[in-house]
């Protein structure tokens, strides 16, 4: 059974899972060790907003702790602010399976293609400051790309540009697997792509593609003059107040953190990925951040806070993904009305959302990649999350998809 397939659409990368290898499954992951709530300074984090009701944060414990068991989650992070209603704030299960120390709210994690959106914001920033246009061809910016005379910005941004994903080559994956400290080169990584037939023609099908985002990372580059980290720091964490969302620098993170695990390997076997480089994923899936810096992230991304009014409505502006109450915009989602993005790599997934309707926003970190019955870990919890707390707005993205 082939895992994070090319055939595997949005939920396999989209909804940023970022680690699309096809791999074998190995043996079913074993029981999570036995998940415990850590405290948590609620005011501080809140500002004065009350927590939820005891009876609701009862049934959002026993919810995340039921997902845990069953798809065999080592740990968690979840915050859940919710205007009118109030916040839940949580931490289960072990950041080290070694060691045993808890999982914390505090903890550094890598958040994959959650990357995708700074990547996006930082190129709909050049587009409000004229110097870049949705529609241009992508070939009037960077040369080499294969189709770029037809390829716009836009179709790279909303996964529709027919490139082929470098993340989907043989030899890329092999190369990874068999080493994951190896550095690779954004044109490393592009090259591996732009060895296969573009798969269709630019705007007429939606395929998620870690490809579009590491071409879109050169082109902020190559447009503003300065590097995507020190664009993204300068433009895009820094004014909002991110300061523990980053670039690593090669395998680095950050301390505090909680140790990754996945099946990601050549025999299936579960690893500790806690080091591996990220490089192969950068301006697609690179970036590290925290509970408290993405829930205000969650915010700035479905506001549109660092962009004009009519960049952030095109933004929104999600097209159909051929899953059932699923759109995905310019480096954005809308799953049944939550606005946002997931995120997936070798031992770390995160899910960021925000839901207008209710001025929720909920986040989820946590330090394994392996699937359960064919769905993400991260989906499980959002599901079982948002079905507790926003049951007209359920997070859900079918199993296979």
Known sequence: MRRRSPTRTLAAAALAVAALLPLTLGAAPAAAPAATTTATTIAEDAAGSPELSPELQARLDEAIQQVMQQAGIPGVQVGLWMTGRGTYLRAFGVADKETGAPMTDRLNMRIGSETKTFTATAVLQLVDEGLIGLDDPIAAHLDGVPGGEEIRVRDLLDMRSGLFPYSSDTDFVNAFLDDPDRVFTPEELLAYGYRHENEFAPGSQFQYSNSNYILL???????????????????????????????????????????????????????????????????????????????????????????????????????????????????????????????????????????????????????TDIMSEESEPSTLLGRAITSVVTPDHVYDIPPGK
Do not use: K, M
């Open 217 to 367: 990372g050169l082109l902020v580059e190559h447009v503003s003059g300065r590097s995507l980290e020190d664009f993204v720091r300068d433009r895009i964490t820094g004014p909002s107040g991110l300061r523990h969302t980053l670039f690593p620098h090669g395998t680095e993170l950050p301390a505090p953190y909680a140790h990754g695990y996945t099946d990601q390997t050549p025999s299936g076997a579960v690893a500790d990925s806690t080091h591996w480089d990220p490089s192969w994923a950068w301006s697609a899936g690179a970036l590290v951040s925290d509970l408290r810096d993405l829930r205000h992230w969650a915010t700035d991304l479905a506001t549109g806070t660092l962009l004009s009014p009519g960049t952030q409505a095109q933004r929104l502006d999600v097209l159909p993904t051929g899953i059932p109450g699923a759109g995905y915009g310019l480096g954005i989602f809308n799953i049944n009305g939550w606005i946002g993005h997931n995120g997936s790599l070798p031992g770390y997934e995160s899910l960021t959302i925000y839901l207008p309707e209710e001025c929720a926003t909920l986040v989820v970190l946590l330090n």
